[in-house]
């Protein structure tokens, strides 16, 4: 058996009963968005962690270096979003081929210190060495949060609306456009697809105020599309979902694009990936508060689009009716 007969998820499965059983009772591993380590005193600790290989998650000459180093950082700092949590420190280790530019590498950096000092984050440490083969990068941030408020993905129950902090597929759009050779500068509203796809703001602040509800149960960040981070609420929480295509929110660039260039806008907002905003599930009754509160504070929608069920399966929706939406999110290492 190969990896690419596992999968991404299946090699997960595979190193969590080796390296991270018989965990202390004040640790949760592998398996959520962060490790959480619970610490002496009122606050928890967060640590996540993520690895970007040029040619598998980026394209070196379709990305700037500005924009890679603020992306590097900013996947890190949505997991701490997606706990509910504060980001503290980050640390950096790199591989670089020596024909790397000390001017790309100026650039890289700036867009890290972009981001990390609109958080108050430092970049405490790291490590750095020679790549035979394209640049590599590793981002790890320790963040923390109140443990009484930490969110985690097992903790959905039927009944429960499906929620999302921001617009789907605009990341996903952008890929394509990257991916296509097309050139984003001749249409404003592939501009704003691409920087979606290369500039993610993660949804700190939003993360903070949906923790701090009780009536909210379960939250991740979308990182690989809705259609494959449910399934992980569904298998951590053993619980079913239904997802009202309709209401996928799609923002107006998008939907100009996808009409221009005959995508599926359905397909690219349930499993474009790399959204990088929010998805909670949330109990029915409180609902209207809760987005009432986050309407209030970020003058936006908090988008129900489905409901979390007891089937255990999950089913999209059109006009009332079920629907296959053909494409799944991304899963590294199948074909
Ligand atoms: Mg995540």
């Not at 009772?25 to 600790?45: F, T």
């Not at 941030?141 to 109140?146: C, E």
């Not at 990182?223 to 609420?233: A, E, K, L, T, Y």
Request: net charge negative.
């Amino acid at each position: 058996m190969k990896l690419s007969d596992i999968g991404e998820f299946g090699l997960i499965e595979r190193i969590r009963p080796v390296l991270s059983e018989d965990l202390p009772p004040y640790m949760l591993g592998i398996g959520d968005d962060c490790a959480v380590i619970q610490r002496k005193g009122s606050r928890s600790m967060l640590v996540t962690t993520d690895l970007l290989i040029e040619g598998v998650h980026f394209l070196a000459d379709r990305i700037s270096a500005y924009e890679l180093g603020y992306k590097s950082l900013a996947v890190n700092f949505s997991d701490i979003a997606a706990m509910g949590g504060e980001p503290e420190s980050a640390f950096l280790s790199i591989g670089l081929p020596e024909d790397t530019g000390i001017d790309w590498l100026d650039d890289f950096f700036l867009g890290i210190k972009d981001l990390s000092g609109s958080y108050n984050t430092m970049v405490a440490g790291g490590d750095t060495t020679q790549s035979r083969e394209g640049i590599i990068i590793n981002f790890t941030v320790i963040g923390s949060a109140d443990p009484g408020r930490i969110k985690y993905r097992s903790t959905a129950l039927p009944g429960d609306l499906i929620c999302v902090t921001g617009n789907l597929g605009d990341s996903g759009g952008g890929l394509i456009i990257l991916l296509g050779g097309m050139d984003e500068n001749s249409d404003p509203n592939l501009k704003t697809l691409v920087r979606a796809h290369h500039l993610p703001r993660p949804h700190l602040e939003e993360g903070r105020l949906l923790a701090a509800e009780d009536g909210v149960h379960a939250m991740l960040d979308l990182s690989d599309g809705v259609d494959s981070d449910i399934r992980r609420v569904m298998e951590n929480s053993g619980v079913g979902a239904e997802i009202e295509i309709e209401k996928l929110p799609v923002s107006p660039e998008l939907r100009n694009a996808c009409s221009r260039y005959g995508w599926n806008h359905y397909e690219l907002a349930a499993a474009g990936g790399e959204d990088y905003c929010l998805m909670c599930t949330v109990e029915a009754d409180s609902y209207r508060t809760i987005a009432g509160e986050f309407r209030k504070r970020f003058n936006r929608e908090l988008h129900s689009i489905g409901h979390i069920t007891n089937t255990g399966r999950l089913q999209y929706m059109e006009k009332k009716r079920s629907i296959d939406i053909g494409k799944r999110g991304w899963d590294h290492f199948r074909k």
